[in-house]
């Protein structure tokens, strides 16, 4: 075989190799022509409401259990056409993952499982006519309502903080953040004279693994993407505190693993307070119980959440601190055909005698997605033998930069580079699509290989909070 047959044998090889790596990374969706019948039409409409990570699980295991059925419709309703990867989000502040591909297309992966998708925002639900009410004066219908509206921060009334600190609570909230952080070296690099303290100086309020994320975060920003670009700004002039009213940070860890992400933060020049309850912010200032005061112009809040408050328009049984009140199957108390999931929740804690719920978390709502799908599909087939829902917590991985993390994960304990591998494989596998996980694994190859390109796009930074 001569040289050019050789050469021709070996493009074309490749070009069937690629066409067939394509087909993979571009499936079909399930149902063609899409979304026939129409949703309305379905015997069984099964309305979801949130298309986080309990609406889209419960979603999805509903459409691979009906696959063949022709009785069953599901339509998922959210506020965003795209679904939240919250583990990723902190890794937004340092640009060590791409805002886009954390906020993972929604409506294409629901279409490729078989359901359809609304973007509308919910302002009730008439259940007279099982419809749920959005935005201007849309409807839609449901045989069975999965409600999975996720939480939003609490800033249990303290003074200044709603108004003067940024939240974490979106992809945008992180994109706030950066923006932030760039904007005051901008501004401090203009400056000709004495800077004032409060310009470089972060204050992260809240120690658990939001807070601590993201107090490191803000350390690569400054340390590895932009003290190369702002020559006349010692990044070490860049003060970042981590206030956590508790005895420690991470709570839900074990004490070694607390004490490895103190020491990894101490490397990283944050200065952690614990048992430090901040009383008070102004525009310049965070002032803590006992009177001192932090002079800081960028204040970060991620030390409380609570349920969506939309859940108080749905007319529910609720608990403003928990959610919605569900029984231990998730079904809404006093209604049938109701259930609801997640954040926005009151789960009993089975588990537990003491009346607890069921802690908001991705790996929760994940569970709860399957179980309520189980139930849901008992319920339409006459089946009473309703799942009890049990919470299997599976550990709690917190990453602290690209090349550190501390793991609990079955018990097992660890932290270092093998714990941020794992953190990135673990999390790697779970996104939504084969297109988010390569694109996910690539900004992680290139922020390895090369310092990354930040850049402000100016306005963003204080865009009104949403709720
Ligand atoms: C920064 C951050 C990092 C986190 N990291 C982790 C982690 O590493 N591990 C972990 O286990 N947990 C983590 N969590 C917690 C986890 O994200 C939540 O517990 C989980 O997302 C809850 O799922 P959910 O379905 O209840 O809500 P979400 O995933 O928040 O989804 C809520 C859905 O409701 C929609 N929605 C809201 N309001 C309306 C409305 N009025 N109308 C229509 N749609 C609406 C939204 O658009 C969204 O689709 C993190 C949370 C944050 C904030």
């Given amino acids: 075989m001569n040289g050019w047959v050789k050469g021709g044998l070996a493009l074309g090889g490749m070009a069937v190799g690629l066409g067939a790596l394509k087909r993979t990374l571009n499936p079909r969706p399930r149902y063609a022509p899409w979304e026939k019948p129409r949703y309305e ?227 990283e020049r944050i200065d952690v307070r614990i048992s430090t309850f901040a009383e008070e912010v102004t525009a310049d200032s965070v002032r803590l119980k006992g009177g001192e005061e932090i002079e800081s112009e960028n204040v970060i809040w991620t030390a409380g959440a609570r349920p969506n408050v939309t859940i108080r328009d749905l007319d529910l049984p609720i608990d403003e601190r928990t959610g919605i009140k569900v029984d231990k199957h998730l079904r809404v108390e ?44 008992k319920t339409i087939d006459g089946d009473g033998d309703l799942e009890e829902f049990e919470y299997r917590p599976l550990g709690q991985l917190v990453e602290l930069g690209s090349d550190f993390a501390v793991n609990e994960v079955m018990g097992v304990r660890f932290s270092g580079l093998a714990a941020a591998l794992f953190w990135r494989m673990a999390y790697l596998i779970r996104l939504n699509s084969p297109q988010s996980k390569i694109r996910v694994f690539a900004d992680w190859v290139i922020g390895y290989m090369m310092q990354p390109a930040v850049t402000q796009i100016r306005g963003s930074s204080e865009e009104t909070r949403r709720p």
């Fill in 334 to 377: 006093g209604h049938p055909g109701i259930w609801s999931i997640g954040d926005c929740a009151a789960i009993p804690d089975i588990r537990q005698e003491n009346g607890k719920v069921v802690p908001p978390t991705a790996q929760a709502a994940i569970q709860e997605g399957y179980t309520v799908a189980k139930n849901v599909i």
């Fill in 41 to 267: 039409e379905f015997e069984n409409k099964i309305l979801i409401i949130g298309g986080g990570f309990g609406g889209y699980t419960a979603a999805t295991k509903i459409c691979e259990a009906t696959r063949k059925r022709e009785d069953v419709g599901v339509l998922v309703i959210a506020r965003d056409n795209f679904f939240t990867f919250w583990p990723m989000v902190p890794g937004i502040v340092s640009s060590d993952v791409d805002t886009r591909n954390v906020a993972q297309p929604l409506r294409r992966a629901l279409i490729m499982a078989g359901s359809s998708f609304r973007r509308a925002e919910v302002k009730g639900v008439d259940k007279e006519r099982k419809v749920v009410i959005a935005n201007d004066g849309l409807e839609f219908p449901y045989d069975q309502l999965i409600i999975s509206l996720g939480g939003q921060p609490n800033f249990f009334g303290i003074p200044g903080v709603e108004e003067y600190s940024l939240t974490m609570k979106g992809v945008e909230d992180a994109e706030r953040i950066r923006n932030r952080v760039i904007e005051r070296f901008e501004e401090v690099s203009l400056i000709r004279g004495d800077v004032p303290e409060s310009k470089l100086t972060f204050v992260v309020i809240g120690g658990g693994a939001t807070g601590t994320e993201v107090a490191s975060e803000i350390h690569n920003l400054v340390h590895h993407a932009l003290a190369p670009d702002y020559p006349n700004i010692d990044p070490n002039r860049v003060r970042i505190f981590l206030l956590e009213g508790l005895p420690q940070i991470l709570p839900e860890l074990d004490p070694a693993l607390q004490r490895a992400a103190r020491a990894r933060l101490h490397s």
